[in-house]
Nanobody, 120 residues
Framework: QVQLVESGGGLVQPGGSLRLSCTASGTISRLKEWRWYRRAPGKQRDLVATVTSGGDHPYLVNSVKGRFTISTDNAPNAVYLQMNSLRPEDTADYSC?????????????WGQGTQVIVSS
């Protein structure tokens, strides 16, 4: 079983930066892909970024390209979301997600979420 713990959210002014972290712990087999999602108040959860566990093929949705960066670290097993030039519309609850290949079965795990508020 894999547990994900997130940190780094908070209140920031427009134009500011935050760095979200998500660390995996527990009995980890082979992690495959990391993702960050966000859910703005009153809206559905949306994909923000993806990257392989080895840090390859980073993908960012258009609304955050040029402002956000996704990266990984294998020691510890973690994913990061560097968020620069934050806008009020980036306000949301951000959750990390990872897939793991264990005994031939692809499993998925979610973090508990961390809140980001962009406001002056």
């Amino acid at each position: 079983q894999v547990q994900l713990v997130e940190s780094g959210g908070g209140l920031v002014q427009p134009g500011g930066s935050l760095r979200l972290s998500c660390t995996a712990s527990g009995t980890i087999s082979r992690l495959k892909e990391w993702r960050w999602y966000r859910r703005a108040p009153g809206k559905q959860r949306d994909l923000v970024a993806t990257v392989t566990s080895g840090g390859d093929h980073p993908y960012l949705v258009n609304s955050v390209k040029g402002r956000f960066t996704i990266s990984t670290d294998n020691a510890p097993n973690a994913v990061y979301l560097q968020m620069n030039s934050l806008r009020p519309e980036d306000t949301a609850d951000y959750s990390c997600y990872v897939t793991e290949l264990r005994d031939g079965v692809l499993r998925e795990y979610w973090g508990q979420g961390t809140q980001v508020i962009v406001s002056s």
